[in-house]
């Protein structure tokens, strides 16, 4: 494309409406070959749909969108799951996809980018990107097998072999740990030095420094703009729980005592003849609340898929969940039915096709296919542990999920599609997803990602107070110290898969 001294990206009085709701108002910006832009605002303020504006992937209701420079899209949430041609399957099938062969590994995916993009000739083990980001140990790996730091760092590959003039990034330091996050900046820098235009939406305290601009978004308005140095913080409101007697009703006392709630004794998951966790040693006894750390793949949520009983080794190893020992006749559901639950890949199953991927292996087609559950559904299919659909509710179950809407303030979406509300409501929904039933254990799998600053207060507050007045066991999981609740008091740190 030939390029001209003076092109720029334009957005002029840009304004954006989606089903007679007014998403983005009056946008103007400019951006320059050379700078580079950092997209900032609460949750639902608008800025993934700008960026859906600067890539043209949407049409602007009215005003002007131009932009002459070839542009690649990084969403926050990836598609490996239905390249894998796995999508369409139950949501604890991921744990056992070692026991069926011809699984896609990395490097037959990206045999077949390369076959379509043909951005590379010769071996793909030279390619000095995959060596940049340590992607070449991972060529074995299965895509479903990989940590989510580890499908990030792909996502960010795949994108980069594309060529892009304008790389826009969607909150990419979510679910990353310290030392990944780092890396991820100093190499968007190098290839920013390099003439790339780098849009990303972050929080205003991810800005990287290389970064010259910076716009603050509210409620689909341009309200701040200048260098990052200049955008001033909003700091989170002082909250508190001013409704408990309200979450007291919600949260009915469970009437089950259980004297250990889970008990693992040298404890060994491998995977494709690749160990992920051993000789785990962990005794959880009721009420207590734990952090379960570590790096980008420690062994976190596989240890986690024990728990939750999605994982088929649970019965291989000393596993007693409940008072229970693993295998002594229980179901999967006498197991769920105790357990409130909340993680990223859980997200992705209530994002794709009918609630789950409508996709099979080999076709492919250009529509996305979005669920068509409400935000209310979403809710009240945490009855059930329904993971992508709900059964038809009772009235009961509707007024419960009515009262938890209106607790955290997110009554005006009860009936809009979940895929409509922005991610940090996505998230607040799923943890009323798992709240629903008033679990024994709640575990929570980096609840806040998304999340603006006033959500994570607000949603620290409530996790504590439920914690503290209703002897509700959580294990809680994040790579950011400041979002861990106060209720947490024991530690539980992995490291390549070994308790440290």
Not at 89 to 94: A, H, L, Q
Not at 121 to 150: D, P
Not at 254 to 276: A, P
Request: charge should be negative.
């Amino acid at each position: 494309m030939p390029e001209s001294k003076t092109a720029f990206i334009e957005l002029s009085n840009t304004n954006l409406t989606i089903k007679n709701h007014l998403i983005l108002d009056a946008i103007n910006l400019e951006i320059h070959k050379g700078n580079s832009l950092a997209i900032t605002g609460n949750s639902g303020s608008g800025k993934t749909s700008l960026a859906n504006l600067i890539q043209m992937k949407k049409t602007p209701s009215s005003g002007v969108v131009r932009n002459p420079f070839k542009t690649i899209f990084v969403s926050q949430q990836d598609h490996f799951s239905e390249i894998a041609g796995m999508a369409s399957t139950y949501y604890s099938k991921r744990y056992e996809f070692h026991e069926y062969e011809n699984q896609l590994t990395v490097y037959q995916y990206l045999e077949r980018l390369n076959k379509k993009e043909r951005f590379v000739e010769g071996s793909l083990e030279e390619v000095s990107l995959f060596k940049t980001f340590n992607i070449t140990y991972l060529f074995e790996k299965s895509l479903l097998q990989l940590s989510n730091g580890e499908r990030k760092r792909l996502q960010l590959v795949t994108a980069c072999l594309q060529d892009p003039e304008v790389l826009i990034m969607d909150q990419p330091y979510i679910g990353l740990d310290v030392k990944s996050r780092g890396n991820l900046s100093d190499f968007l820098k190098s290839i920013s030095d390099k003439g790339i235009m780098i849009i990303l939406i972050c929080d205003v305290s991810e800005i990287p420094s290389f970064i010259t601009n910076a716009i603050v978004l509210e409620q689909g308005r341009i309200v701040q703009q200048g260098i990052p140095s200049e955008i001033k913080i909003t700091e989170a409101q002082q909250l508190k729980l001013d409704n408990s007697i309200e979450v007291d009703a919600l949260l009915q006392e469970s009437s089950n005592y259980f004297k250990v709630i889970v008990e693992m004794k040298d404890v060994n998951v491998s995977m494709s003849g690749k160990s992920i966790l051993q000789n785990v040693d962990w005794t959880i006894k009721q009420g207590e609340c734990w952090a379960l750390l570590g790096h980008n793949g420690a062994g976190k949520s596989t240890l986690l898929s024990l728990i939750t009983a999605d994982n088929p080794q649970g019965y291989r190893n000393h596993l007693i969940l409940f008072d229970r020992k693993r295998g002594s006749g229980e179901s999967i559901w006498d197991i769920k039915q105790h357990i409130g639950f909340l993680s990223p890949e859980l997200h992705l199953y209530f994002m794709r096709g009918k609630g789950i991927a409508n996709s099979v292996p080999g076709i492919t087609t250009t529509e996305e296919t979005y669920s068509t559950l409400s935000c209310s559904d979403v809710i009240i299919s945490g009855f059930k542990d329904e993971i992508g659909t709900v059964s038809i509710p009772t009235e009961h179950q509707e007024e419960v999920a009515s009262k938890w809407l209106d607790l955290v303030k997110l009554t005006h979406l009860k009936n809009t599609l979940f895929v409509n509300a922005s991610l940090g409501e996505q998230r607040v929904l799923l943890l009323l997803r798992a709240l629903v039933k008033s679990p024994s254990l709640l575990i929570l799998d980096e609840p806040c990602q998304g999340m603006d600053r006033n959500q994570i207060q607000y949603f620290k507050i409530l996790l504590d107070y439920i914690c503290a007045s209703k002897h509700i066991t959580m294990i809680y999981v994040s790579h950011r110290e400041e979002e861990i609740p106060n209720s947490v008091t024991k530690i539980l740190r992995l490291e390549k898969g070994k308790t440290v």
